[in-house]
């Protein structure tokens, strides 16, 4: 690993990269680029050198399975394929430019059949930052849907900041609330559809998304809005269909409280899961659909992410 690999590493945990997406496409180029930098004396050191970095990638932020299938296919192709530092090099830039390129035309679809999903005149509410939910947002208003945005802050660290500038900055009628208002905002102010992102979604169909986005989902279903999530499906986490839990990011406190009294504690998840019972809809590259099928569909677009005997 070297200093520019490492500064990648360092700007995903920072937050400085954020957005499973933007994760995955910024992680996968970086260990595509020290592939092609390193020097190395034979295929062994570079087998060693690339699952080192492989480790430092996937271990950067905790819930973010995008990044570990993208990873996990390249490095099961390069074992595979490449006997000589040479072929090693050009499988892991295929692969990483094949795997790239799934993400974005995913990306692509998922905002087509969204912004498809929003009505003409419809109030829209988000969480957080996504690129994909905001991506069907800003679809939306170039088809002239005619559409109002309430986002949150998204504490600790008010990446609902990112999305109400990008939707203001396109001319979208926008409101910003704090994550304490939003179920207070769905009672008084007539929103239709709800729309968040997600960082991955199990073999059940739960979803993870940022803190808070299970709030959204139970306020949601109490006042009878509909609740999606856009989701590409490369963000299926392939170790929960042999029963393992998807594990939760814990940040700093510091992100909570920086010279808080001493002797105060603090809990700082990043995500969490929202229960496939509070989700009327998966919007994926694969169309609109019901999480419980998720597995199926899974299974039909990316055989090589399920799980098999060969990777437990
Ligand atoms: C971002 C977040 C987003 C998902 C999906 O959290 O929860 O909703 O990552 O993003 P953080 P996208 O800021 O902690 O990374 O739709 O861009 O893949």
């Given at each position: 690993m070297d200093s520019a690999f490492i500064q990648i590493v360092d700007d995903i945990r920072s937050l400085k990269i954020q957005g499973a997406t933007n994760i995955a496409i910024e992680g996968v180029n970086a260990f595509s680029s020290l592939a092609e930098r390193l020097e190395v004396a034979s295929i062994d050191n570079m087998f060693k050198e690339l699952e080192e970095a492989r480790q430092a990638l996937a271990t950067a932020?905790?819930?973010?399975p995008a990044l570990r299938n993208g990873l996990r296919y390249i490095v099961y192709n390069l074992h595979d394929k490449a006997s000589t530092i040479q072929e090693a090099r050009e499988v892991v830039k295929s692969f990483a430019e094949e795997y790239i390129n799934l993400l974005k035309e995913s990306k692509r679809k998922v905002i087509q059949y969204g912004a498809h999903r929003i009505k003409k005149g419809s109030t829209i509410m988000t969480h957080c930052h996504s690129s994909l939910s905001t991506g069907i947002i800003l679809e939306a208003h170039k088809q002239d849907k005619d559409i109002r945005v309430y986002c949150t802050?998204?504490?600790?660290?008010?990446q609902g900041r990112i999305t109400a500038k990008e939707l203001v900055d396109a001319g979208i009628t926008t409101t910003q609330v704090v994550d304490s208002a939003m179920r207070w905002v769905m009672n008084r102010h007539d929103v239709d559809i709800i729309i968040t992102g997600a960082d991955s979604i199990t073999s059940q169909g739960t979803v993870i998304n940022k803190i808070g986005t299970r709030l959204l989902a139970l306020a949601a279903r109490e006042m009878d809005i509909p609740f999606y999530s856009a989701i590409?499906?490369?963000?299926?986490?392939?170790?929960t269909s042999i029963g393992k839990l998807s594990e939760i990011e814990m940040r700093e406190s510091e992100e909570i409280w920086?010279?808080?009294?001493?002797?105060l504690n603090f809990l700082n998840p990043a995500f969490e899961t929202v229960s496939h019972?509070?989700?009327?809809g998966i919007i994926s590259e694969a169309g609109v659909f019901s999480p419980a099928v998720v597995y199926l569909i899974v299974k039909q677009e990316y055989p090589f992410m399920v799980m098999n005997d060969e990777m437990i």
């Open positions: 932020r905790a819930t973010e802050e998204t504490r600790p660290r008010y590409n499906l490369l963000k299926y986490d392939p170790e920086e010279n808080p009294p001493k002797g019972e509070l989700i009327d």
